[in-house]
């Protein structure tokens, strides 16, 4: 059985901090993806990054930041100068080699970045 | 954009009632899928379809099903509405192809059975 944990369940931050969402997951299989979502207060997930088993490199994206690192089987999200906007709920997910029927989702981060 | 619709955001059904969930993409996706999302559980995959007329159950089908008669529209169906299926309900979509594609959500549907 595949898991996903993200064990911080609420964050708060000052605008312009940076913040660390973290993801840990189990899996026995050998291929897999990553994902995260943001789910504003509007209600739908928000693809922001895939990343595939074999491609172990960090990827930025302005103010995001990713670090993936299969030996302990991580995958955190970091916001650089948060921003009021990011508040929302972040998921991280897991999709097995068994296809998108395998995906699970972790319970999810809410951030709240206060002005 | 890819837009995935789910005909109602907020719903309020008694107890017994059958009740029908709705959502439509218009990215001529194969794959369609609902999920349950409830604090502290995450997101749970309850159906899912690869095609029109398929569906596959996920992790917790017990009280639901479901019809795609077309490709674009995908319908949530709980035969006999229960207090504990008070929730949101979130759809989404994704290409059939098996490249770890990104899914695309609807905005919600927040059920709540009285």
């Known amino acids: 059985a595949q898991k996903v944990t993200q064990a911080q369940t609420e964050i708060s931050v000052v605008e312009k901090e940076d913040v660390t969402l973290d993801c840990v997951y189990e899996?026995?299989?050998?291929?897999?993806?990553l994902f995260w979502y943001k789910q504003p207060p509007s209600g739908e997930l928000v693809f922001l990054i895939r990343r595939n088993s074999f491609d172990e490199q960090n990827e930025i994206s302005g103010r995001y930041s990713w670090n993936f690192q299969k030996s302990t089987s991580s995958f955190n999200f970091t916001i650089t100068a948060s921003q009021v906007v990011d508040s929302a709920v972040y998921f991280c997910a897991l999709e097995g080699s068994g296809g998108y029927q395998k995906v699970t989702f972790g319970t999810g981060t809410k951030l709240q970045v206060i002005p | 954009d890819v837009k995935v619709t789910q005909s109602s955001r907020y719903l309020v059904k008694r107890t017994g009632e059958k009740v029908f969930l709705e959502c439509v993409q218009d990215m001529d996706h194969e794959n369609m899928f609902w999920y349950r999302q409830d604090p502290g559980l995450g997101l749970r995959l309850i159906y899912f379809?690869?095609?029109?007329?398929?569906?596959e159950k996920g992790d917790i089908p017990e009280g639901y099903s479901v019809s795609r008669e077309k490709k674009e529209r995908f319908s949530l169906i709980l035969e006999s509405a229960s207090t504990n299926q008070t929730s949101m309900y979130l759809c989404?979509?994704?290409?059939?192809?098996?490249?770890?594609?990104?899914?695309?959500f609807g905005q919600g549907t927040r059920l709540t059975v009285v």
């Open positions: 379809s690869y095609d029109v007329k398929m569906k």
């Open positions: 989404a979509s994704s290409l059939g192809q098996r490249t770890g594609p990104e899914a695309f």
């Open positions: 899996t026995r299989d050998t291929t897999y993806y």
